[in-house]
């Protein structure tokens, strides 16, 4: 299927448009995120490479939930952008997509100093636990994967490319990642469908399929993917809700002593513990039933992580 076609899913899959399997929001208390770091020499490297690679830099920012976004151009107005791995298909709210010239697609999308025009989106009323989000578009995985997108996570960076890399611009990027990552290798992501990324995890050397959720304020497991690792999971006073499903929820906390992703181990890291199900996730989804967690914004910002869209590789640091 080619991206950017959302009327090719399968009907049962598709009850409500678009699949946005993250975008956590917190309605109380405090949990553990992380506030990158400044990027520095480390971001400007990649970027430097990029760019001599034919990429084109858009700068994002970050909020304290652990998102990325933008204020862009939809048509000539300005609009707010979520970049958000974790959503399929790409949405324009409602109230912006009446002002379309043509129905389904933006014909002129300026993220910074890009512009790129016949773009397709589908309108859908964009809304968290039952209020208007804060975001007027989703920029979700097609378009990343159309677009050849590597994401900075921590960098804050969002890089685009009209074509693919030829095999020996590959070999360069993909060496400049090894150094970055401090030679670590690079996680291999599987495409699924309906459209999302996803890559195989080990937590305390259990096996675990992770959805790669930019959108995703925390990294979370499913309750009966804890309980099949034998994790231990405390309670926590905050709720939380999402753009998939109505109401608050409560949720634990469980501390993986031992994360492992291509290769690359990470010690004591805290995933959000809730039932996955309404997002279409974990034994009991009707979406990605194999998947058992989300890799969020804030291990990805943690950890450093760069995202390949077009070769399908997460490269990450281990924080220091």
Same mark, same amino acid.
């Given at each position: 299927?080619?991206?950017?076609?959302?009327?090719?899913?399968?009907?049962?899959?598709?009850?409500?448009?678009?699949?946005?399997?993250?975008?956590?929001?917190?309605?109380?208390?405090?949990?553990?995120?992380?506030?990158?770091?400044?990027?520095? #020499?480390?971001?400007?490297?990649?970027?430097?490479?990029?760019?001599?690679?034919?990429?084109?830099?858009?700068?994002?920012?970050?909020? #304290?939930? $652990?998102?990325?976004?933008?204020?862009?151009?939809?048509?000539?107005?300005?609009?707010?952008?979520?970049?958000?791995?974790?959503?399929?298909?790409? =949405?324009?709210?409602?109230?912006?997509?009446?002002?379309?010239?043509?129905?389904?697609?933006?014909?002129?999308?300026?993220? %910074?100093?890009?512009?790129?025009? $016949?773009?397709?989106?589908?309108?859908?009323?964009?809304?968290?636990?039952?209020?208007? #989000?804060?975001?007027?578009?989703?920029?979700?995985?097609?378009?990343?994967?159309?677009?050849?997108?590597?994401?900075?996570?921590?960098?804050?960076?969002?890089?685009?490319?009209?074509?693919?890399?030829? $095999?020996?611009?590959?070999?360069?990027?993909?060496?400049?990642?090894?150094?970055?990552?401090?030679?670590?290798?690079?996680?291999?992501?599987?495409?699924?469908?309906?459209?999302?990324?996803?890559?195989?995890?080990?937590?305390? %050397?259990?096996?675990?399929?992770?959805?790669?959720?930019? %959108?995703?304020?925390?990294?979370?497991?499913?309750?009966?993917?804890?309980?099949?690792?034998?994790?231990?999971?405390?309670?926590?006073?905050?709720?939380?809700?999402?753009?998939?499903?109505? %109401?608050?929820?409560?949720?634990?906390? =469980?501390?993986?002593?031992?994360?492992?992703?291509?290769?690359?181990? =990470? #010690?004591?890291?805290?995933?959000?513990?809730?039932?996955?199900?309404?997002?279409?996730?974990?034994?009991?989804?009707?979406?990605?039933?194999?998947?058992?967690?989300?890799?969020?914004?804030?291990?990805?910002?943690?950890?450093?992580?760069?995202?390949?869209?077009?070769?399908?590789?997460?490269?990450?640091?281990?924080?220091?």
């Amino acid at each position: 299927m080619s991206p950017g076609q959302p009327s090719d899913r399968p009907d049962r899959l598709r009850p409500t448009g678009p699949v946005p399997f993250g975008i956590f929001v917190l309605l109380a208390g405090f949990f553990l995120y992380t506030i990158p770091r400044a990027a520095g #020499a480390e971001t400007g490297n990649l970027g430097a490479t990029l760019k001599q690679l034919g990429y084109e830099q858009v700068i994002l920012r970050g909020t #304290a939930e $652990n998102h990325l976004f933008l204020f862009g151009r939809v048509n000539g107005r300005p609009r707010s952008c979520l970049v958000d791995t974790g959503w399929s298909y790409t =949405t324009i709210n409602l109230n912006t997509a009446r002002r379309l010239t043509t129905p389904g697609t933006v014909n002129e999308l300026q993220l %910074g100093r890009v512009t790129l025009t $016949n773009e397709p989106v589908v309108a859908q009323a964009l809304r968290v636990n039952g209020q208007p #989000a804060s975001f007027d578009l989703v920029l979700g995985c097609d378009f990343l994967i159309r677009h050849h997108a590597v994401i900075d996570c921590a960098g804050r960076r969002l890089y685009l490319r009209h074509e693919p890399l030829a $095999n020996e611009a590959r070999k360069t990027l993909a060496e400049v990642l090894h150094r970055r990552g401090g030679g670590g290798g690079a996680a291999r992501l599987t495409r699924r469908e309906p459209l999302a990324l996803t890559c195989a995890a080990k937590l305390n %050397g259990g096996d675990v399929e992770l959805l790669v959720d930019t %959108g995703a304020m925390w990294s979370c497991l499913d309750s009966r993917t804890t309980r099949a690792l034998g994790l231990r999971v405390a309670a926590s006073p905050n709720q939380i809700t999402g753009a998939a499903a109505a %109401g608050k929820r409560e949720f634990g906390v =469980t501390r993986i002593t031992a994360f492992e992703l291509g290769g690359r181990k =990470t #010690a004591n890291v805290n995933f959000a513990v809730l039932d996955l199900a309404d997002w279409g996730l974990g034994p009991d989804g009707q979406i990605l039933s194999s998947v058992g967690g989300i890799l969020g914004g804030d291990e990805l910002a943690a950890s450093r992580a760069v995202i390949d869209c077009d070769q399908l590789q997460l490269w990450r640091r281990s924080p220091e």
